[in-house]
């Protein structure tokens, strides 16, 4: 199973911007065999869809409460996804998750937790008005 590690969290302002990472751990799967995401959770909420890229990195897929505003990113070398979080605002604070999606799982951009096999400790951030 792969083991995820997110960093990059913190405590900003509204309108700041911060870029979250997920490195994960060398396994039986290639890296760019797989696509990953990002999912949040709010204190008191469900956990929710942010972004998910597939396996090449040239298909991605962003919830519409972040459309604009945030981006995803791979990079292969470095086992690592990343988030560009932009102008950010107090609504986005939560703790940030992500995950790897389950072999021979196709992406399809829907967002869907169960295409989803594993997940990192999650990073806090946390934006002020």
């Known amino acids: 199973q792969v083991h995820l590690v997110e960093s990059g969290g913190g405590l900003v302002q509204a309108g700041d911007s911060l870029r979250l990472s997920c490195v994960t751990s060398p396994s039986g799967r290639t890296f760019s065999d797989y696509s990953m995401g990002w999912f949040r959770q709010a204190p008191g909420k469900e956990r929710e869809f942010v972004a998910e890229?597939?396996?090449?990195?040239?298909?991605?897929a962003v919830a519409d409460s972040v459309k604009g505003r945030f981006f995803i990113s791979r990079r292969d070398a470095k086992r690592t996804i990343y988030l560009q979080m932009n102008d950010l605002k107090p609504d986005d604070t939560a703790v940030y998750y992500c995950?790897?999606?389950?072999?021979?799982?196709?992406?399809?951009?829907?967002?869907?937790?169960?295409?989803?096999?594993?997940w990192g400790q999650g990073t806090q951030v946390t934006v002020s008005s």
């Open positions: 995950g790897v999606f389950r072999a021979r799982v196709v992406f399809q951009g829907r967002g869907n937790e169960e295409d989803y096999e594993s």
């Open positions: 890229i597939n396996g090449n990195g040239d298909r991605t």
